[in-house]
């Protein structure tokens, strides 16, 4: 979990502005996009609880979607002023995706060029990323706090 990033990886991994809007950047497109639904899908887990009857789980579900929801926000936010960059970096993750090593010097030149754009951007100060970092990690555990106290209560039963 993103308890990590309070242990040093975060000052190593995302001092510099690529790897920290990327990162940043890929945490928001992760969580709302590509690989769950809006709020982790815990909300869409909720409602199937609700359906279930089990409206206590569902509540803390409910609840932790919300938290989800607030990390990809504050991710986006971190990243909303880069422009150009961010669809760089997508059509680059799709040409990726889609044609993979066949597409491999346009991959690199839209690297060369975000890369480029990147340097017009300063990653925040140590300072600045440890807050950003120390709010997500806490975001993350109030949601696991909540999720396996929804698991608790079903377990219970």
């Known amino acids: 979990m993103m308890t990590g990033l309070r242990e040093g990886l975060a000052p190593f991994a995302f001092g510099r502005p690529v790897p920290f809007f990327h990162g940043v950047r ?6 709302e996009i590509e ?25 803390l579900f409910r609840e932790s979607g919300h938290g989800w929801e607030r990390l990809a926000a504050l ?16 059509e680059r993750i799709r040409l990726v995706m ?10 690199r030149a839209m690297g060369d060029r975000a890369d480029a754009l ?3 951007y300063e990653a925040p100060e140590e300072g600045s990323r440890r807050e950003l970092f120390d709010e997500m990690a806490g975001i993350v555990d109030s949601c696991a706090r909540l999720e396996r106290n929804a698991v608790s209560l079903l377990m219970a039963e």
Request: proline letters at 7%; a negative charge; aromatic letters at 8%.
């Open 26 to 31: 890929r945490l928001y497109g992760c969580l």
């Open 118 to 120: 990147a340097a017009d």
């Open 98 to 107: 889609s044609h993979g090593p066949a597409a491999g010097a346009e991959i």
């Open 75 to 90: 991710a986006l936010e971190t990243v909303s002023g880069l422009g150009d960059y961010t669809e760089i970096c997508e």
């Open 35 to 59: 690989y769950t639904a809006p709020g982790a899908t815990r909300p869409l887990y909720a409602r199937f609880l609700d359906r279930a009857g089990e409206p206590e789980a569902a509540e």
